[in-house]
């Protein structure tokens, strides 16, 4: 339990408290490859709830590629069993707003095995569903490969990063620094609230000849090479239960 309370030690960088309920799940993001496009905003309205508003940036609409390695999801005060907790993710996310308090939305989850596809899809009622996913490494560059039949989508990008942690700019600080996600579930909308130390963000070049893009949600289409990129090996996640907004 030493990490999680080191992780609940440092708060000073959260926009607001900690929730005073036990966590539920404790969770690790490896590997993440930030890709982030600006978007019309009037084209992502179109794909919240009605009772979500589109969070702004300098009155701009943003929304992220984000595929990672999930490890050692567990329950609290259970341990985790490899065959479900590990596994290769994507997801397709803007940034949204209720009642001042900024989080996530998740147009997409992709998941590379049924089973914790399955268990993470009713566990949390976000937008699981399967997908193929690979991801490679050879000590220097990297490979993450994606491919959804059912929705249509493909995504690749080989990539190296530098081992230097950068300092974020504010636009880097407003994508990644976010403490809660939104799920709508019928006609009601639920809010997870998580908590992890600050994000530590590596340089990333991904390499434009071997990169290949194609989501389209409705009107939202993801064909070109990101705004902005950022990589990092990860963070140590905890998260609370899902509370109605």
Known sequence: MS????????T???????PTTPWLYYQEWNEVLFMHWEIDPEIVKELLPENLELDLYNQKAWVSLVPFTMEKIRPAFLPYFTPISNFHEINLRTYVT??????????NIGSQKWLSTLLAKKLS?????????????????????VLNKTKGYDFSANFSTSPRTKTKNPLEIWLTERYCLYVDQGEN?????IHHKVWELE?????????QVNYQV?????????????YSHGIKVLAWNKELV
Do not use: M
């Open 12 to 18: 000073e960088h959260r926009p607001w408290d900690l």
């Open 189 to 193: 909308l639920y809010c997870y609230d």
């Open 203 to 211: 340089q990333v070049e991904i390499d434009p000849n071997r990169f």
């Open 3 to 10: 990490t999680v309370t080191e992780i609940l030690a440092q």
């Open 125 to 145: 009622g976000l937008p699981y569903e399967n997908a193929t996913i690979n991801r490679e490494f050879d000590g220097v560059n990297q490979k993450y490969t």
């Open 98 to 107: 209720k009642n001042g308090k900024s989080g996530v939305y998740f147009i």
């Open 218 to 230: 409705r009107n939202l289409k993801l064909v070109t090479y990101p705004d902005h990129i950022n």
